[in-house]
């Protein structure tokens, strides 16, 4: 009977653990989407950084001015959230499958891109719109 006892308890450590890391492994999108959720991710109008990278969790006026690039290399690509500001599951898949990279700066997206000479639409747009190319 001990030994049932035992196997029983190394299952629910095993169990325990595999939740732990699915939980890790999805924090990321659980940020993205508590970010959604807690505040409406705005374009903020300001100066964008396009050196810095960007990864699953960021959220801002870079990240609208990514995802607006990545709508206008394939406007099908982010169809649940679209430009909305937070970078989450949605957007590192849909840069994955376009360029093999699940975080990146502006600046690399438009050289891998082919988009050198794009200007980053979201620091001019007014608050709430979404540029759809």
């Not at 990864?55 to 001015?65: L, N, P, Q, R, T």
């Not at 590192?92 to 360029?99: G, K, R």
């Amino acid at each position: 009977m001990k030994d049932f006892f035992k196997k029983k308890q190394n299952l629910y450590i095993l169990g325990a653990l595999v939740l732990l890391f699915l939980a890790y492994y999805y924090m990321g999108d659980i940020k993205a989407m508590l970010k959604r959720s807690t505040s409406s991710a705005k374009n903020e109008v300001g100066d964008i950084d396009e050196n810095e990278t960007l990864k699953k969790g960021d959220s801002g006026a870079s990240v609208v001015a990514l995802q607006n690039l990545i709508l206008s290399k394939d406007s099908n690509s982010l169809p649940k959230y679209g430009a909305d500001g937070v970078f989450g599951m949605e957007v590192e898949n849909a840069l994955y499958s376009q360029i093999g990279k699940r975080q990146i700066s502006i600046a690399a997206y438009k050289n891998a891109t082919g988009l050198k000479n794009t200007i980053s639409k979201a620091a001019q747009m007014p608050e709430g719109q979404i540029v759809l190319n």
